[in-house]
C-alpha cells in the first residue's frame, strides 16, 4: 500500500428492513483504498457489491460503521455535505450509462463541470470527448449513439471533472465483448494517465485483472481484503 | 447561466413544451377573459351609466352649491347641470302641462341625445351634437299634436318664446318612471331665467351630473360629495336608478367570473398533470446530478429558476394570445351590434401575469417538490422511490390556488369557496364511481371481442393512470358541462325576464272620476293593461309609536314620500310569505286597517307582523297595523308597491289611479288620442328603456356565449395533457405490438375503445357531478330556478366518449405511422 488513504472503511454495517423483516447487506466491511491505487470488488449477484459502492462514494450511508472518503469523514456529514465530497472528488461510471437523453454528447460531459461551475467547461469536454474518440460526435443524442459510444461518452464525462477516485459500477455489463474490452483499455488508459483512484465493480475476469487489487464479497462479507 | 441552459436543453428535448403550452394557455384564457370582461363591464356600466347620462348624479329640490363646482373640478371630475320641472307650454289657444329639463353644453356625460326632423318618424334618428341652443327647444313627438304645432313654431314657457326646431327621440335620463312629468320639453340652461317660471316653492328637481375616466377619481369623489352633501341632496348612481337592470349585470358578471373560474381550474388541472409527468422524468436526471455532486439545495434553485423562467415567458407570450384574443372577440361584438368596448384597464394585465405564476406554484410545484430530494443513490438502484409529497398536500395547494385566484379575479371569497367545495365532494364521488364502474367494465369486457378485450386490459394494467385520467376528465367534462347548462338556464332566464308583450307604459295621475271611462276606452282599443291601482303619496313618520327616522333603520322608504295603494285582489307577481290576505285577516283590538309590507321594505324597517305604522299624506294621518309580507318582482314591469292597504283605507285621501299597459310601437299614436281627451294624466313611456336593458341583455348573452367556447378549449387542452401523459407507455406498447404483426386498425382500434371507455364513464360521473355543482351554484351562487337537464344525460356521455377518444387516437396516430424500430430504439 501506498501514500495515504483515498477510501478508508471501517466495520461497515448495513442493514434494512423488508416486508420479510431485517434483512443484513453488510457484515463489518473494513476496506482501505490508497491513493492512486485501482481496486476492483468482484462477487456473485446479490452479495451487496453495489451497496458498498454506494456507501464508500458517499451515495448512502451505513447502518453502522465508519467511511472517510479523501480524508473526509462522510458518516459525520449530512446530504449536503457528502455532495460537496463527491462533487470535488468523486467521478462515476455506471452500468446503464445514465446519460440525459435530452442532452447532445457534449451537454452531457459539460453537465458535471457546470454544475461545479468549472470555467470553460465546453472546451474542456470537447477535449476528453475528443479523447475518447468522439470528435464527430459531439452533437448526437444519447439515443443516437451505440451502447459503446454511450460509455465512452460516460467516461469522458466522469474523467473531464478529473475526479481523485472514480467508481464504476460494472462498467462493461452492457456491452459485447469486443467493445467492453476497448471500453476497459480507455479507461485505463485514462486512469494511468490522471493518476485517478480507481474503485470497481465488475464480474468480468478480465476486467478484474486490470487493477492493482481485488477484493471478493460473498454474501455481505469481504473476502481476501 | 446553468439554470437558463438547463432550461434550454429541456424545452429542447420537449419535456418543457406540454407544462409550457398549459401555462401559456391558462394564462392565455383568463387573461382573454379577464381583459374582455373588463372591457364590458367598463362598457356595460358605460352603457348604463348612459342611461343615467352620467357615472353619479346628485340630485336635489334646492340649486346645488356653486362652491362645490371648483372643487370638483379640481378633482378630476366632468360635471354638467340640468334643472327639470313641470311648467305649461302655450302655443296659441293650446296649453299643455310638459315636463321641462334645461340642460348645460356639456349635457349629457354619458350615452346621447337622439333627434329626429320628423315626429313619430321610423328612420331619421341622428345623435345629436351638442344641446338646444338658446332660444330654441327639442320637444317630444307628442307635443306636437298636443299643442297643434309643427317644426319652426314657437312655444311659450313662461315669459319666455322658444322655437321648435327637433323632436327629441331619446334622453339617456329620460326614462326613471316616478319621475317623468308628461312629454319632454328639453330646453338650454341659459334660458332658464328668462323663463321667469321658477319662483320660491317651485317643485323643480337640480341634477348635477358627474362621471370620470378612472374609478378612483370617481370613487374619491363620491367620497368627498358623501361628505359634503346636505340632506336635501342625493346621490344616484345606476344601482338606486335601475335595479332589474343591475340585477341582470350583476348575473351576467357571476357567470363571466364562473367561467373564468372554471377556466383557472381547468387549465390548472393541465398544468398539475403536465408538471406531474415532468417530474417523472426528471427523477433519473435529478439522481445523476446529485451523484455529480449537486446538493438538494443547488437541485431546488435551478429547478425553481427554471420554473419561474418558464412561467414568466409564458405567461407573457399567454398575456399577448389573450391580447389578440380579447380584441378579436371585441372587434366581433362591435361590429355585430354597433357598440364601442371601452380599452381595458391595468389591472387585468397584472392579474393574467400574476395567474401563470401562482398557477405554476400552486398547481405545478407540489408535483415537482420531491425533485430535490431524490437520493443519489437512485443512479445504482433505479427502483428506489422518492418521497412525493402527499397527495393531500397536493389537493391542498390546488385548493389554495383556485381560492388564492379566484379571491383576485372576483374578490367574491364566497363564489370561490361554493366552487370548491362543490369540486371536493364531486372529485370523492367520482373516485367511488370510478372504482366501481372500472370493475363492472372488466366484467362487460371479459365477454367481448379481441379489440374489446385489448382495450379493456389495457385500462385495467394501468389501473391507478386509467383512474387518474377519469378523475381528470370528469372534472373537466363536469365544469364544461355546468358552464354549458347555467349558460342556457341564464339566458332562458333572461329572456323571460322581460317578455314580449310586457308592460312598457304606465299611466299615473288618473282622477277618480276618469278611472271607468279610461278602463273602458283601453279596453275597447284591446290594449293589454294592468289594473287601475289608487295611490297616494305619503311619508313613513312613525314604527309602533317611535319616530322613524331617528330609529336606526336604513332603507329608501325613509328618506323619500313613497307611493301607497289599496287594493282586494294580489297582482300576480305578489306572494304573501307571512300572514294573511285581505280575506282572512282580522283587525286587531286596536282596529286599524290593515297594510301588506314588501318584504325588502319590511326586512330593511325590521317590521314583523301586528307593528303599527304612522304615515303622513299631505299633512294627514294614516295608521295601520301590519297584517302581512309578501315579496314581489321588481322587473316585472307593473305597478308595484311596498305598502298595500286593506280596501277602503285611503278613501279619505283623494287618491289618484296608476296602471300600466303594453303599448307596441305601431300603436304610439293612440297616445295622442288618449292624452287630448284626458290632458291631466301623465304617461310613462318606458319602452325606450326597455329596449335598453334589451340591447345590454343581448351583448351580455353575447359575451357569455364566446367566453363559452374560451373555457372550453381549456378544457380540451386538459384532455389533451391527460392522454399525453399515458401516451409514452402506450408507444412502446404499440410499438412492440407492431413489431410482432398487429395491424394498424387493432391498435388504433384498441386505443379508441379504451379511450372511449374512458370517456363515456367520465362523461356519466361529470354529469352526476354537473348536477351537484349545478344544484347548489342554482341555489347559493346565482339564484336561477333549477331545471332538469335530461338532455345532459344522453349527450353528456356520447360528447365524453367522442372528445376523449378522438383525442387518445390522434396522439397515438404517430405510434403506427413511425417504423417500430425507430419508435423502440428512442423509448429504450
Redesign the interface.
Given at each position: 500500500m501506498t501514500g495515504t488513504l483515498m477510501v478508508d472503511a471501517r466495520d461497515i454495517e448495513k442493514r434494512v428492513t423488508t416486508a420479510e423483516g431485517e434483512l443484513q447487506i453488510l457484515h463489518r466491511v473494513s476496506l482501505s483504498v490508497a491513493d492512486g491505487e485501482s481496486l476492483a470488488i468482484t462477487g456473485p449477484s446479490g452479495s451487496g457489491k453495489s451497496t458498498l459502492l454506494g456507501i464508500l462514494a458517499g451515495l448512502d450511508t451505513p447502518t453502522s460503521g465508519s467511511v472517510a472518503l479523501a480524508g473526509r469523514e462522510l458518516t459525520t456529514l449530512d446530504e449536503e455535505g457528502r455532495a460537496k465530497v463527491r462533487a470535488d472528488h468523486v467521478g462515476f461510471i455506471f452500468q446503464s450509462f445514465q446519460l440525459l437523453p435530452g442532452l447532445s454528447a457534449l451537454e452531457n460531459v459539460m453537465l458535471p463541470l457546470e454544475l461545479r461551475g468549472v470555467s470553460g467547461a465546453r472546451e474542456r469536454a470537447r477535449e476528453f470527448l475528443a479523447r475518447v474518440g468522439l470528435s464527430e460526435r459531439l452533437s448526437h443524442y444519447p439515443p443516437q449513439l451505440s451502447g459503446g459510444e454511450q460509455q465512452r461518452v460516460a467516461i469522458a464525462r466522469a474523467f473531464a471533472s478529473q475526479p481523485r477516485v472514480l467508481f464504476a459500477d460494472e462498467p462493461t455489463g452492457n456491452l459485447d465483448t469486443v467493445t467492453g474490452a476497448k471500453i476497459i483499455d480507455l479507461l485505463f488508459e485514462l486512469n494511468r494517465e490522471q493518476g485517478t483512484t480507481l474503485l470497481l465493480i465488475t464480474h468480468e475476469e478480465r476486467l478484474a485483472e486490470r487493477c492493482g487489487r481485488r477484493v471478493e464479497l460473498t454474501a455481505g462479507e469481504l473476502q481476501g481484503a | 447561466m446553468?439554470a437558463l441552459?438547463l432550461l434550454w436543453?429541456?424545452w429542447?428535448?420537449?419535456?418543457l413544451k406540454l407544462l409550457g403550452l398549459a401555462l401559456v394557455i391558462a394564462v392565455g384564457v383568463v387573461g382573454a377573459i379577464a381583459l374582455f370582461t373588463d372591457r364590458l363591464e367598463r362598457s356595460l356600466i358605460q352603457e348604463s351609466n348612459a342611461l343615467l347620462g352620467a357615472d353619479r348624479v346628485v340630485r336635489s329640490s334646492r340649486p346645488i352649491n356653486p362652491d362645490w363646482f371648483p372643487e370638483a373640478e379640481a378633482r378630476g371630475l366632468q360635471q354638467s347641470q340640468a334643472v327639470t320641472f313641470s311648467s305649461m307650454v302655450f302655443a296659441g289657444e293650446e296649453m299643455y302641462l310638459a315636463g321641462i329639463k334645461a340642460v348645460d353644453e356639456r349635457y349629457p356625460l354619458r350615452g346621447n341625445l337622439v333627434v329626429n326632423e320628423r315626429a313619430f318618424a321610423a328612420d331619421g334618428n341622428v345623435v345629436a351634437e351638442g344641446v338646444p341652443a338658446p332660444g330654441e327647444a327639442w320637444v317630444d313627438g307628442r307635443l306636437l299634436p298636443l299643442l297643434d304645432i309643427a317644426l319652426g313654431d314657437t312655444v311659450g314657457v313662461g315669459e319666455y318664446e322658444l322655437t321648435v326646431t327637433r323632436i327629441l327621440v331619446r334622453e339617456p335620463d329620460g326614462g326613471n318612471p316616478f319621475n317623468a312629468m308628461g312629454a319632454r320639453l328639453l330646453m338650454n340652461l341659459e334660458d332658464l331665467e328668462r323663463t321667469e317660471v321658477i319662483q320660491p316653492g317651485s317643485r323643480v328637481t337640480y341634477q348635477w351630473l358627474l362621471a370620470a375616466d378612472s374609478d378612483t377619481v370617481l370613487r374619491q369623489g363620491v367620497e368627498w360629495l358623501e361628505e359634503a352633501l346636505g340632506e336635501h341632496e342625493r346621490i344616484i348612481d345606476l344601482r338606486t336608478a335601475q335595479q332589474g337592470l343591475t340585477n341582470t349585470l350583476d348575473t351576467g358578471q357571476r357567470f363571466l367570473l364562473l367561467a373564468a373560474v372554471i377556466g383557472v381550474l381547468l387549465a390548472g388541472v393541465a398544468i398539475a398533470l403536465s408538471a406531474r409527468q415532468f417530474a417523472e422524468r426528471h427523477e433519473?436526471?435529478v439522481a445523476?446530478?446529485?451523484?455529480?455532486?449537486?446538493?438538494?439545495?443547488?437541485v431546488r434553485r435551478l429547478y425553481l429558476t427554471q420554473l419561474l423562467v418558464l412561467a414568466t415567458g409564458a405567461s407573457l407570450i399567454g398575456l399577448v394570445l389573450a391580447e389578440i384574443a380579447q380584441r378579436a372577440i371585441a372587434w366581433g361584438i362591435q361590429s355585430g351590434f354597433e357598440v364601442q368596448l371601452l380599452a381595458p384597464g391595468f389591472y387585468p394585465y397584472v392579474f393574467s401575469l400574476l395567474t401563470g405564476v401562482i398557477a405554476l406554484v400552486c398547481f405545478a410545484l407540489p408535483a415537482l417538490w420531491f425533485l430535490p430530494g431524490v437520493?443519489?443513490?437512485k443512479?445504482?438502484?433505479r427502483e428506489l422511490e422518492p418521497n412525493r409529497l402527499e397527495a393531500s398536500w397536493q389537493l391542498f395547494f390546488a385548493a389554495l390556488a383556485v381560492v388564492v385566484l379566484v379571491a383576485l379575479f372576483s374578490r367574491d371569497l364566497a363564489l370561490a369557496l361554493s366552487v370548491l367545495a362543490a369540486l371536493l365532494v364531486v372529485l370523492l364521488i367520482t373516485l367511488g364511481l370510478a372504482l366501481a364502474l372500472l370493475s363492472l367494465s372488466r366484467r362487460i369486457g371479459a365477454s367481448a371481442g379481441s379489440i374489446w378485450r385489448l382495450a379493456v386490459a389495457s385500462l385495467q394494467r394501468r389501473r391507478a393512470e386509467s383512474l387518474i385520467q377519469i378523475a381528470v376528465f370528469s372534472v373537466a367534462l363536469m365544469l364544461l358541462f355546468t358552464l354549458l347548462v347555467v349558460r342556457t338556464s341564464m339566458v332562458a332566464e333572461w329572456q323571460a325576464t322581460l317578455p314580449e308583450g310586457a308592460p312598457n307604459h304606465f299611466l299615473v295621475n288618473i282622477p277618480e272620476h276618469q278611472v271607468a271611462p279610461i278602463q273602458r276606452l283601453l279596453d275597447d282599443e284591446n290594449i293589454e293593461r294592468q289594473p287601475l291601482y289608487p295611490m297616494v303619496r305619503g311619508r313613513l313618520t312613525e314604527i309602533n309609536d317611535n319616530n322613524a327616522r331617528e330609529l336606526d333603520l336604513e332603507h329608501n322608504t325613509l328618506r323619500r314620500e313613497i307611493n301607497l295603494t289599496w287594493t282586494d285582489s294580489l297582482a300576480e307577481d305578489n306572494e304573501i310569505i307571512e300572514g294573511l290576505w285581505w280575506d282572512d285577516w282580522q283587525r286587531s283590538d286596536a282596529d286599524l286597517p290593515g297594510v301588506s309590507v314588501e318584504l325588502d321594505a319590511a326586512t330593511g324597517l325590521g317590521l314583523a307582523l301586528g307593528d303599527r305604522l304612522r304615515f303622513s299624506v299631505g299633512g294627514l294621518e294614516l295608521r295601520a297595523e301590519v297584517a302581512s309580507i309578501r315579496t314581489l318582482d321588481w322587473n316585472s314591469m307593473r305597478p308595484n308597491f311596498y305598502f298595500i292597504f286593506e280596501p277602503g283605507a285611503l278613501d279619505e285621501f283623494s287618491p289618484t289611479y296608476i296602471t300600466s299597459m303594453y303599448l307596441p310601437a305601431e300603436d304610439k299614436p293612440f297616445l295622442n288620442q288618449l292624452l287630448r281627451q284626458y290632458p291631466t294624466i301623465l304617461v310613462m313611456e318606458l319602452d325606450r328603456i326597455i329596449e335598453q336593458v334589451q340591447r345590454v341583455i343581448t351583448q351580455v348573452s353575447n359575451a357569455v356565449q364566446l367566453v363559452l367556447w374560451m373555457t372550453l378549449f381549456g378544457g380540451v387542452l386538459v384532455l389533451f395533457a391527460a392522454v399525453n401523459g399515458s401516451l409514452a407507455a402506450r408507444r412502446q406498447e404499440s410499438a412492440l405490438l407492431r413489431a410482432l404483426g398487429s395491424r394498424r386498425q387493432l391498435i388504433l382500434g384498441s386505443v379508441f375503445y379504451e379511450f372511449a371507455i374512458l370517456g363515456v364513464l367520465a362523461g356519466v360521473i361529470a354529469i352526476v357531478g354537473a348536477e351537484v355543482l349545478l344544484m347548489g351554484l342554482q341555489l347559493f351562487v346565482l339564484e336561477i330556478p333549477v331545471r332538469p337537464h335530461y338532455w345532459l344525460w344522453i349527450a353528456g356521455p356520447l360528447a365524453g366518449a367522442a372528445l376523449v377518444s378522438g383525442l387518445g387516437v390522434a396522439g397515438c396516430r404517430s405510434v403506427v405511422t413511425t417504423p417500430p424500430g425507430k419508435v423502440l430504439?428512442?423509448l429504450?
Open positions: - | 446553468l441552459r436543453r429541456n429542447r428535448s420537449g419535456e433519473d436526471q445523476l446530478m446529485k451523484s455529480l455532486g449537486a446538493g438538494a439545495g443547488q437520493p443519489p443513490l443512479v445504482l438502484r430504439r428512442e429504450a
